[in-house]
């Protein structure tokens, strides 16, 4: 029966998992590898007052993600509708990263480049509420996990396609795309926002345009505003009744911090610590995105097969058995070796975190779950940034900055064991 279930939804299935195609690209080469190395390196004063100010400029949109996402899940909830709400920050996250072109390499730069990296990172995190909450309605019965996987994975190989067009059709050419002329003011560099947001709009929309989704309730704009406020007090006031979710959602926010922080600052330690050049980071990045790749689609089918649980606390142990020696790694081929086996890890832990919030989230609540979810993620999330910019700069060393990660990783595993695998009522 899944199986045909399967088979008539696979179009609206393949284009839900092309958005994580799209979306990709923005975290690859604007959060972690090209843009946030360009700002440090090139707009900002130093390196580590850059990496300073980027983590303080992620840690605060990640406060407003906290606000707003669980305000908003509620009242799609009610609406019942989710396509809106995702075209509506789809659109924002687009235009904005477009705007990170005028980001110039000069220090009078650095107030645009970190108001338009928060904006951006605000509406792409709302527009990922809205896309998680999809998959519950969507995926088979029993199919969740590979689902939500291929998604993951598709959106690793999205990833690594953009940032193959960064290397070869922008950073590493005398004649870039977009008819720039040379390398001035490092505009082939800048341009790799341009090719983001081209990337994010064009992939997006066949969900828009296959992708079914949830029926509307018919219920009004200001009702839905109304009572979605309403259910959230409510389900915050109830928290109790929730008790297993709760445990979840303290449990992955801590690792998903972990995680979210390494992406941040992977391609600033990569640079600092071991004088990696944009050209070496994207090719650092391209092989890493495969190694992730791997992962989510070769996990996919144990996730569905061993339970979400089971994957997220395997993947934690591979997480943190790389990382620890990475941070002690001291040459560049050590450093490649285990960062590499250390991506294996990192798509599934998100993949079957997925999973695991739809699995849990009761019926009709989903996007408020997902809401929260983010929330949880975010309440925490500049935990990890400014535990990294504060040791990075007590001890001037990207080194134990990133040490904090395996901190929040540890600490997310030993918790996650209080969490029972079973659907909220």
């Keep these: 029966m899944a199986e045909r279930i399967l088979a008539g939804r696979r179009g609206g299935i393949l284009s839900w998992c092309l958005y994580d195609w799209a979306m990709s690209a923005y975290n690859t080469v604007i959060g972690t590898f090209i843009f946030s190395v360009y700002f440090t390196r090139a707009v900002a004063d130093s390196e580590v007052a850059g990496t300073a100010q980027w983590g303080r400029a992620v ?35 687009v235009a904005g990263t ?20 928060g904006l951006t990172n605000v509406t792409f995190e709302l527009a990922n509420v809205f896309y998680n909450a999809m998959l519950p309605g969507l995926a088979p019965p029993g199919h969740t996990g590979r689902v939500s996987g291929w998604g993951w994975g598709l959106g690793y190989v999205g990833g690594l396609g953009c940032l193959v067009i960064s290397l070869f059709g922008l950073v590493q050419t005398e004649t870039p795309l977009f008819g720039l002329l040379g ?27 296959v992708t079914p989704d949830q029926a509307g309730t018919g219920v009004s704009i200001g009702a839905a505003v109304r009572d979605g406020i309403k259910a959230l007090i409510e389900t915050l ?15 992955s926010a801590l690792y998903r911090d972990g995680l979210n922080t390494l992406f941040a600052f992977g391609g600033i330690y990569a640079a600092g610590t071991f004088g990696m050049g944009f050209d070496q980071i994207v090719m650092f990045a391209i092989a890493l995105n495969v190694t992730s790749a791997a992962g989510a689609f070769g996990f996919a089918w144990i996730d569905d097969w061993i339970g979400p649980k089971r994957t997220i606390l395997g993947c934690l142990v591979g997480l943190i058995g790389f990382g620890i020696p990475l941070l002690f790694a001291e040459s560049q081929q050590a450093f490649w070796i285990l960062a590499l086996g250390l991506g294996v890890f990192v798509g599934p832990a998100q993949a079957a975190g997925r999973t695991m919030m739809a699995k849990l989230a009761p019926s009709g609540m989903e996007t408020e779950m997902f809401g929260l979810y983010a929330l949880s993620g975010r309440a925490v999330s500049f935990v990890g940034p400014l535990l990294l910019a504060w040791a990075t700069e007590s001890f001037q060393s990207q080194r134990a900055g990133m040490a904090t990660i395996v901190l929040l990783l540890l600490l997310g595993f030993v918790l996650l064991f209080a969490v029972r695998e079973e659907r909220g009522t």
């Design 237 to 251: 006031r109830q928290i109790r009744r929730y008790g297993n979710v709760a445990r979840w959602l303290v449990a």
């Design 183 to 209: 390398t001035g003011e490092q505009a082939n560099v800048r341009a790799t926002a341009l090719l983001v947001a081209l990337w994010y709009g064009v992939f997006s929309l066949p969900l828009f345009l």
């Design 59 to 93: 840690a605060l949109s990640g406060l407003a993600v906290a606000v707003l996402s669980p305000v908003l899940g509620a009242i799609a909830d009610r609406g019942g509708r989710r396509k809106p709400w995702l075209a509506l920050f789809t659109a924002l996250t």
């Design 98 to 117: 477009a705007l990170l072109w005028f980001v110039k390499p000069d220090p009078s730069s650095v107030m645009l480049a970190l108001v338009l990296v």
